[in-house]
Every structure is written in C-alpha cells, then in structure tokens.
C-alpha cells in the first residue's frame, strides 16, 4: 500500500508541488469514469443479468402469467438482454483504445517536466547515482514505474478487448482462444491496481500530502 501512495512534492522542486497538465486531468478523469462504467457492466452481468438464473426466472414469471415458454427461448430472451450490457461494455472498450491512444500521444506532446518517462529516468537519477533527495527519489522511481505498468494493463485491456470485437470479422483472432482469458485476467490486474491506488491516496491525504486529489482537479495550483 504505502507503494502506490503518491507524494504531493516535485522530485526536481522539493519545495513546490507537482504540477499536472490540463490534458492529463482530463486523461485521468476520463480513464477513471471509463474503466468504471466497463468495469459495472462486467459486474452487472456476473449478477443481476447472468443469463443461467435469468432464463429461470423468465420462465416461472412467465408461466405465472399463463404463457407457454420453453427453456431454449427463456435462455434467448435472457441472453439478449445480457448482450445489450456486452454491447454498452465494448463502447466502453472504443473510448478506452481512444483514451490509451491519446495517453501515448500524449506522452509525446507534453511538457518535459511531465512526461512519466522523464519523471522516471529523474527519480533513477537521483536515487541511484547523485544520491539526493533520496527518500523521495526512491518512492517516486516506483510509483512511476508502478503507473508504468498499469498503462500497459490498459494497452492490454484495450488491445484484447478490440480483437474480441473484431473476432467475427477477423476469423484469426477467433481462433486465438488465449485473447478472452488475458483480456479477463488483466481485468482483475486493473482492479487490483485501483484498489491499491484509492488506498494510496487516502493515506496520502492524511500524511503529508494533504490535498494530492484537488491537485489532479486544479493542476496543482
């Protein structure tokens, strides 16, 4: 836990607090609402919409109400309505292949002093040959490289999850079959990772760096 908690202090500025660009906000804020919404629609049809104990009950209510319906169409009535979840969960995966797409751009375009590979190579720098700020070089060095690694979930996330919808199209990628399992492993890496970071922040609020999520809102004012 106290990995992922994010320090409010500039590694090259001790005195200052890091400052975020306006386009990796909206990158972050975006991400976050993105993966939550695929995230829901993955729960939503593991429970109330899951098509085994949804067919029954179809059928009973149905019944109930004097008509005649066999288990092959309560299964399809049921199995629809979870596909109209599946479809609002890959428009979820287009805006995410969008958004992984524009972090990278993004990493290319922005402002020296917040690019993450910089940030990287800076907190190396200072931990392992200068020796300055050491503390503090070495936490940022693994937060980063940690914020490194879920970048590339989400690359995986983003690139399995387009192959699953192109596979009807692209009769190659239907016979991967490994595409589905490490898209639904990175899932729960995804998960994990966020519940790891939410922790991280709280504990960050309420040490020393008190105010690290109104800076990802204002920039870091």
Request: hydrophobic share 50%; charged share 20%.
């Amino acid at each position: 836990m106290v990995v992922l908690e994010p320090k409010r202090k500039d590694i090259e500025h001790p005195n200052q607090n890091k400052k975020y660009s306006a386009s990796l906000r909206l990158w972050h804020w975006l991400n976050a609402i993105v993966i939550t919404g695929s995230l829901l629609t993955v729960l939503l049809n593991s429970t109330l919409l899951d098509t085994g104990n949804n067919a029954a009950f179809i059928k009973d209510q149905l019944h109930g109400a004097g008509a005649a319906v066999t288990d092959d169409q309560a299964r399809s009535v049921a199995h629809e309505l979870s596909d109209k979840v599946w479809a609002i969960h890959t428009y979820f995966g287009y805006v995410l292949a969008g958004l992984v797409l524009f972090r990278i751009l993004l990493e290319f375009f922005q402002l020296a002093d917040q690019k993450l590979i910089r940030k990287i190579k800076i907190a190396y720098r200072e931990y392992y040959i200068t020796k300055r700020n050491r503390e503090l070089a070495r936490h940022e060095f693994w937060v980063k490289t940690l914020y490194a690694v879920f970048y590339l979930f989400i690359f995986t996330m983003a690139a399995t999850g387009l192959c699953l919808a192109f596979e009807d199209d692209v009769p190659a990628l239907k016979a991967i079959h490994a595409i589905r399992e490490i898209h639904q492993f990175t899932m729960y890496l995804i998960l994990s990772f966020i519940v790891l970071h939410l922790g991280g922040v709280f504990l960050a609020e309420r040490k020393d760096s008190k105010g690290i999520t109104s800076d990802m809102i204002n920039g870091g004012k």
